[in-house]
């Protein structure tokens, strides 16, 4: 009898256990930090005489925020928004993929999931260790250029991702 009690109340703690474990807490960037990023990117590339779009999405890829400069064209719309996403999905700079997909021709296939884009531009935005959004911009004469604009608007709110 006692044994099957304590079978029983280890059974339930497992149940509790397990049943608890369903509910994630997780990290993501608000609303103003996506916003003040998007704008910083494009502020970034307009020190530089480039008319951008800068997207910013959470860690599931969801638009955020986008900032299309005055003259950017309407083709930068749709990059930003995508490398943004590719950055977030895949955790990585998009340059760090479009280098990888180019040397190792078994991961060409990346390039073809829908909503990728594997050109440069597209870095993501860490709290600490952990990916909580990711920033895009695209309309620079070069992919290195537009990540060189996310990268400086990520390091002016370094001290708000903690």
């Known amino acids: 009898m006692i044994k099957s009690l304590l079978l029983a109340?280890?059974?339930t703690v497992a149940l509790a256990s397990?049943?608890?474990?369903?509910?994630?807490t997780e990290k993501n960037i608000s609303a103003n930090l996506a916003v003040e990023i998007a704008q910083g990117a494009v502020a970034a590339c307009a020190a530089d005489k480039y008319n951008v779009t800068a997207a910013v999405v959470d860690r599931a890829g969801v638009l955020r925020a986008m900032v299309r400069a005055d003259n950017a064209g309407p083709h930068t719309v749709a990059?930003?928004?995508?490398?943004?996403?590719t950055s977030a999905s895949a955790?990585?700079?998009t340059s760090a993929i479009a280098d990888t997909v180019q040397k190792n021709p078994a991961a060409a296939g990346i390039a073809r999931i829908e909503g990728f884009l594997v050109l440069g531009g597209g870095l993501p935005i860490k709290?600490?260790?952990?990916v909580i959004g990711a920033v895009g911009v695209g309309g620079a004469p070069?992919?290195?250029l537009d990540e060189a604009c996310a990268a400086k608007a990520i390091e002016k709110?370094?001290?708000q991702l903690k």
Not at 18 to 24: G, N, R, Y
Not at 79 to 85: G, I, L, M, S
Not at 127 to 130: H, L
């Open 91 to 93: 955790r990585n700079a």
């Open 142 to 144: 070069g992919g290195h």
């Open 127 to 130: 709290a600490g260790d952990v």
């Open 157 to 159: 709110v370094a001290g």
């Open 79 to 85: 990059a930003a928004r995508d490398k943004a996403f």
């Open 9 to 11: 109340a280890t059974a």
């Open 18 to 24: 397990a049943a608890s474990a369903q509910v994630l």
